[in-house]
Protein backbone atom coordinates (compact mmCIF):
# COMPACT_ATOMS: atom_id res chain seq x y z
CA UNK A 1 0.00 0.00 0.00
CA UNK A 2 1.23 3.83 -0.55
CA UNK A 3 -0.41 6.12 1.14
CA UNK A 4 0.17 9.92 0.13
CA UNK A 5 -0.20 12.06 3.53
CA UNK A 6 -2.24 15.39 2.62
CA UNK A 7 -2.92 16.01 6.70
CA UNK A 8 0.66 16.82 8.03
CA UNK A 9 0.06 19.69 9.75
CA UNK A 10 3.65 21.15 10.53
CA UNK A 11 4.50 24.52 8.95
CA UNK A 12 7.27 23.93 7.54
CA UNK A 13 5.46 20.95 5.30
CA UNK A 14 2.54 23.05 4.55
CA UNK A 15 5.00 26.42 3.38
CA UNK A 16 5.96 23.99 0.70
CA UNK A 17 2.59 23.27 -0.66
CA UNK A 18 2.70 19.75 1.17
CA UNK A 19 0.37 17.58 3.36
CA UNK A 20 -2.07 19.17 4.55
CA UNK A 21 -1.54 22.07 2.21
CA UNK A 22 -2.70 20.22 -0.34
CA UNK A 23 -5.85 20.61 1.06
CA UNK A 24 -6.09 24.36 0.09
CA UNK A 25 -5.40 22.97 -3.94
CA UNK A 26 -8.12 20.36 -4.53
CA UNK A 27 -7.81 20.19 -8.07
CA UNK A 28 -3.74 19.58 -7.56
CA UNK A 29 -4.43 17.01 -5.03
CA UNK A 30 -6.59 14.88 -7.28
CA UNK A 31 -4.15 15.36 -10.49
CA UNK A 32 -1.63 14.07 -7.53
CA UNK A 33 -3.49 10.95 -6.93
CA UNK A 34 -4.34 10.37 -10.32
CA UNK A 35 -0.63 10.00 -11.09
CA UNK A 36 0.06 8.21 -8.22
CA UNK A 37 -2.52 5.68 -8.79
CA UNK A 38 -1.78 5.26 -12.57
CA UNK A 39 1.71 4.23 -11.87
CA UNK A 40 1.51 2.51 -8.48
CA UNK A 41 2.23 -1.35 -8.55
CA UNK A 42 0.21 -1.49 -5.27
CA UNK A 43 -3.31 0.06 -3.90
CA UNK A 44 -3.17 4.27 -2.86
CA UNK A 45 -4.71 5.90 -0.33
CA UNK A 46 -4.85 8.94 1.26
CA UNK A 47 -4.76 10.17 4.47
CA UNK A 48 -6.59 14.13 5.00
CA UNK A 49 -8.02 16.29 7.55
CA UNK A 50 -11.57 17.78 7.62
CA UNK A 51 -10.12 21.03 6.28
CA UNK A 52 -7.19 23.89 6.25
CA UNK A 53 -9.46 25.98 8.71
CA UNK A 54 -12.98 25.92 10.22
CA UNK A 55 -13.95 28.53 7.40
CA UNK A 56 -12.96 26.07 4.61
CA UNK A 57 -14.17 22.34 5.83
CA UNK A 58 -13.70 20.33 2.33
CA UNK A 59 -13.13 16.99 3.21
CA UNK A 60 -16.56 15.57 1.34
CA UNK A 61 -15.08 17.29 -1.53
CA UNK A 62 -11.72 15.80 -1.26
CA UNK A 63 -12.75 12.11 -0.17
CA UNK A 64 -14.87 12.66 -3.68
CA UNK A 65 -12.36 13.75 -5.89
CA UNK A 66 -10.03 10.82 -3.71
CA UNK A 67 -12.46 8.32 -4.63
CA UNK A 68 -12.85 9.34 -8.43
CA UNK A 69 -8.72 9.48 -8.66
CA UNK A 70 -8.68 5.62 -7.33
CA UNK A 71 -7.99 6.14 -4.56
CA UNK A 72 -8.50 2.80 -2.26
CA UNK A 73 -9.45 4.37 0.93
CA UNK A 74 -9.18 7.24 2.74
CA UNK A 75 -7.66 8.05 6.40
CA UNK A 76 -9.02 10.74 7.89
CA UNK A 77 -8.19 13.12 11.03
CA UNK A 78 -10.90 14.87 12.90
CA UNK A 79 -9.22 18.56 12.59
CA UNK A 80 -8.78 21.09 10.77
CA UNK A 81 -5.02 22.07 9.99
CA UNK A 82 -5.84 25.17 11.69
CA UNK A 83 -6.07 22.99 14.68
CA UNK A 84 -2.97 20.48 14.88
CA UNK A 85 -3.55 17.99 17.14
CA UNK A 86 -5.72 20.41 19.95
CA UNK A 87 -9.74 20.77 19.56
CA UNK A 88 -12.80 19.25 19.55
CA UNK A 89 -12.91 16.41 16.75
CA UNK A 90 -15.48 16.71 14.00
CA UNK A 91 -17.18 13.12 14.03
CA UNK A 92 -19.76 15.04 11.83
CA UNK A 93 -17.36 15.94 9.13
CA UNK A 94 -16.02 12.50 9.37
CA UNK A 95 -19.51 10.96 9.32
CA UNK A 96 -20.43 13.15 6.26
CA UNK A 97 -17.13 11.95 4.09
CA UNK A 98 -18.66 8.28 5.36
CA UNK A 99 -21.92 9.21 3.79
CA UNK A 100 -20.12 10.71 0.15
CA UNK A 101 -18.09 7.57 -0.80
CA UNK A 102 -18.15 4.08 -1.22
CA UNK A 103 -14.65 3.44 -0.49
CA UNK A 104 -13.08 2.39 3.03
CA UNK A 105 -13.28 5.79 5.67
CA UNK A 106 -10.67 4.97 8.67
CA UNK A 107 -10.76 7.59 11.04
CA UNK A 108 -8.13 8.75 13.57
CA UNK A 109 -7.89 11.43 16.23
CA UNK A 110 -8.00 11.53 20.32
CA UNK A 111 -7.82 7.40 19.98
CA UNK A 112 -6.27 7.19 23.03
CA UNK A 113 -8.31 3.84 24.50
CA UNK A 114 -11.06 1.37 23.47
CA UNK A 115 -13.72 3.58 24.76
CA UNK A 116 -12.82 6.50 22.73
CA UNK A 117 -12.78 3.72 19.68
CA UNK A 118 -16.19 2.91 20.24
CA UNK A 119 -16.91 6.40 19.98
CA UNK A 120 -15.75 7.39 16.98
CA UNK A 121 -17.18 4.12 15.32
CA UNK A 122 -20.29 4.91 16.41
CA UNK A 123 -20.39 8.24 15.96
CA UNK A 124 -18.92 8.44 12.28
CA UNK A 125 -20.22 4.95 11.27
CA UNK A 126 -16.31 4.96 9.60
CA UNK A 127 -14.91 1.12 8.63
CA UNK A 128 -11.99 1.81 10.86
CA UNK A 129 -9.95 3.67 13.27
CA UNK A 130 -6.14 4.59 13.31
CA UNK A 131 -3.98 4.85 16.25
CA UNK A 132 -1.27 7.49 16.37
CA UNK A 133 -0.01 9.24 19.67
CA UNK A 134 -2.47 7.33 21.67
CA UNK A 135 0.16 4.36 21.39
CA UNK A 136 2.76 7.02 22.39
CA UNK A 137 4.13 4.70 25.84
CA UNK A 138 1.06 2.89 25.26
CA UNK A 139 1.47 -0.18 22.69
CA UNK A 140 -0.68 -2.20 24.56
CA UNK A 141 -3.76 -0.28 23.39
CA UNK A 142 -3.72 -2.53 20.19
CA UNK A 143 -4.08 -5.73 22.41
CA UNK A 144 -6.92 -3.96 24.18
CA UNK A 145 -8.39 -3.41 20.68
CA UNK A 146 -8.36 -6.37 19.70
CA UNK A 147 -9.75 -7.86 22.19
CA UNK A 148 -12.67 -5.15 22.28
CA UNK A 149 -13.77 -6.28 18.91
CA UNK A 150 -14.22 -9.91 20.76
CA UNK A 151 -16.39 -7.90 23.25
CA UNK A 152 -13.93 -7.77 26.28
CA UNK A 153 -13.67 -4.05 26.91
CA UNK A 154 -11.60 -4.22 29.93
CA UNK A 155 -8.49 -2.48 29.20
CA UNK A 156 -5.78 -4.57 30.96
CA UNK A 157 -2.63 -2.75 32.53
CA UNK A 158 0.44 -4.48 31.60
CA UNK A 159 2.77 -6.34 34.19
CA UNK A 160 5.58 -3.78 35.36
CA UNK A 161 7.99 -6.61 33.91
CA UNK A 162 6.30 -6.51 31.01
CA UNK A 163 6.73 -2.35 30.16
CA UNK A 164 10.80 -2.52 31.41
CA UNK A 165 11.01 -5.34 28.55
CA UNK A 166 9.18 -3.30 26.17
CA UNK A 167 10.75 -0.41 27.07
CA UNK A 168 14.40 -1.96 26.83
CA UNK A 169 13.49 -3.60 24.05
CA UNK A 170 12.28 -0.20 22.27
CA UNK A 171 16.07 1.30 23.57
CA UNK A 172 17.79 -1.20 22.16
CA UNK A 173 15.35 -0.64 18.37
CA UNK A 174 16.73 3.35 18.76
CA UNK A 175 20.11 2.27 19.22
CA UNK A 176 20.22 0.15 16.37
CA UNK A 177 18.56 2.06 14.06
CA UNK A 178 20.09 5.36 14.99
CA UNK A 179 23.30 4.67 16.38
CA UNK A 180 24.09 5.64 20.78
CA UNK A 181 24.04 8.80 21.12
CA UNK A 182 20.63 9.61 18.97
CA UNK A 183 18.96 6.62 19.66
CA UNK A 184 19.23 7.66 23.57
CA UNK A 185 18.27 11.31 22.44
CA UNK A 186 15.26 9.98 20.65
CA UNK A 187 14.18 7.44 23.77
CA UNK A 188 13.98 10.32 26.30
CA UNK A 189 10.69 11.61 25.03
CA UNK A 190 9.04 8.15 24.45
CA UNK A 191 10.45 7.54 28.50
CA UNK A 192 8.37 10.42 29.89
CA UNK A 193 5.28 8.77 27.66
CA UNK A 194 5.90 5.04 29.06
CA UNK A 195 6.24 6.65 32.71
CA UNK A 196 2.76 7.54 32.25
CA UNK A 197 0.59 6.58 35.33
CA UNK A 198 3.91 5.64 37.76
CA UNK A 199 4.15 7.71 40.82
CA UNK A 200 6.26 10.69 41.85
CA UNK A 201 8.14 10.70 38.63
CA UNK A 202 9.44 14.08 38.38
CA UNK A 203 12.92 13.23 38.98
CA UNK A 204 13.46 10.40 36.77
CA UNK A 205 12.02 12.20 34.03
CA UNK A 206 14.44 14.97 34.67
CA UNK A 207 17.29 12.06 34.72
CA UNK A 208 16.01 10.58 30.96
CA UNK A 209 15.74 13.69 29.69
CA UNK A 210 19.62 14.03 30.58
CA UNK A 211 20.50 10.50 29.57
CA UNK A 212 23.58 10.59 27.35
CA UNK A 213 24.18 6.58 27.15
CA UNK A 214 22.61 3.52 27.16
CA UNK A 215 23.53 2.68 30.64
CA UNK A 216 22.00 5.32 31.55
CA UNK A 217 18.52 5.59 30.47
CA UNK A 218 19.14 1.60 31.54
CA UNK A 219 18.97 2.58 35.41
CA UNK A 220 16.17 5.52 34.69
CA UNK A 221 14.28 2.35 33.61
CA UNK A 222 15.21 0.23 36.69
CA UNK A 223 14.17 2.74 38.53
CA UNK A 224 11.05 3.41 36.95
CA UNK A 225 10.15 0.04 37.75
CA UNK A 226 10.94 0.33 41.48
CA UNK A 227 8.30 3.29 41.48
CA UNK A 228 5.30 1.46 40.66
CA UNK A 229 1.93 2.46 39.52
CA UNK A 230 -0.39 5.45 41.13
Not at 39 to 61: L, M
Not at 78 to 84: M, S
Not at 202 to 219: C, D, N, V, W
Request: charged residues 25%; aromatic residues 6%.
Amino acid sequence: MLELNAACPVTKVVKRGEGAGLLKEPPRLYRLLKTLVDVSPVPVTVKIRTGWDDKSINAVEVARLAEDAGIKAIFIHGRTRQQGYGGSISYGTIRDVKQAVTIPIIASGNIFSTRLASHMFLETGCDGVAVARGAFGNPWIFRDLLRSEKGLHDEQKPEMDEVARVMRKHLDSSIEEHGERIGVINFRKFFIWYSRGFSNVAPLRRGALSAKTPQEMHLMIDRLMGKGRS
